[in-house]
T-cell receptor, first 111, second 116 residues
């Protein structure tokens, strides 16, 4: 079945460090891929998405590229800020129409 | 408001009691999802409604769990005879008709259920 695997956290970084959170998926067909973010005390919200191979989603300095050959959608940011501290969820939505989420990766950024 | 609204935000109940959790989706959204978020477990799919179609109940963990969606809008998730393992945050999300490329799900802030 469809699934999403993302790296376990927490990921702890200093401000201005480079961030990578790995995400891989299994799916039939060509799903849409998403990163959602959950800030402390808030609900999940969409961060970025990509709908076909080689598409790059980007928002707030974050980027992720849809890699069909490696079934991956890794999240990157060149310089993290304290305000980026949150839990990040990778997700896919394909033929079943029901979004499938990874377990979430907690990011902690220190000043 | 314009977002997905869930109530109550927190619920503490005694083991064995029934609870009802409510979700008001965004107006015009035909798809509605319930998920459960347990510590360290990510989001577990529970049930999916799409318009007037029969719901997809494949994620419900036991027959103590049920959900309905009245008039294609408000949804209620009911847990009967609650157990301590039911303690979690229950999330509701809605979207425009799912299945379209890149359809985004909009989430409520969740109901934190604690069974004591």
């Amino acid at each position: 079945g469809n699934s999403v695997t993302q790296m376990e956290g927490p990921v702890t970084l200093s401000e201005e460090a480079f961030l990578t959170i790995n995400c891989t998926y299994t799916a039939t067909g060509y799903p849409s891929l998403f990163w959602y973010v959950q800030y402390p005390g808030e609900g999940l919200q969409l961060l970025l998405k990509a709908t076909k191979a080689d598409d790059k989603g980007s928002n707030k300095g974050f980027e992720a590229t849809y890699r069909k050959e490696t079934t991956s959608f890794h999240l990157e940011k060149g310089s993290v800020q304290v305000s980026d501290s949150a839990v990040y969820f990778c997700a896919q939505s394909g033929g079943s129409y029901i979004p499938t989420f990874g377990r979430g990766t907690s990011l902690i950024v220190h000043p | 408001g314009a977002g997905v609204s869930q109530s109550p935000s927190n619920k503490v109940t005694e083991k064995g009691k029934d609870v009802e959790l409510r979700c008001d989706p965004i107006s015009g959204h035909t798809a509605l999802y319930w998920y459960r978020q347990s510590l360290g477990q990510g989001l577990e799919f529970l049930i999916y409604f799409q318009g007037n179609s029969a719901p997809d109940k494949s994620g419900l963990p036991s027959d103590r769990f049920s959900a309905e969606r009245t008039g294609g809008s408000v949804s209620t998730l009911t847990i009967q005879r609650t157990q301590q393992e039911d303690s979690a945050v229950y999330l509701c999300a809605s979207s425009f008709r799912s299945g379209q490329l890149g359809t985004e799900a909009f989430f409520g802030q969740g109901t934190r259920l604690t069974v004591v």
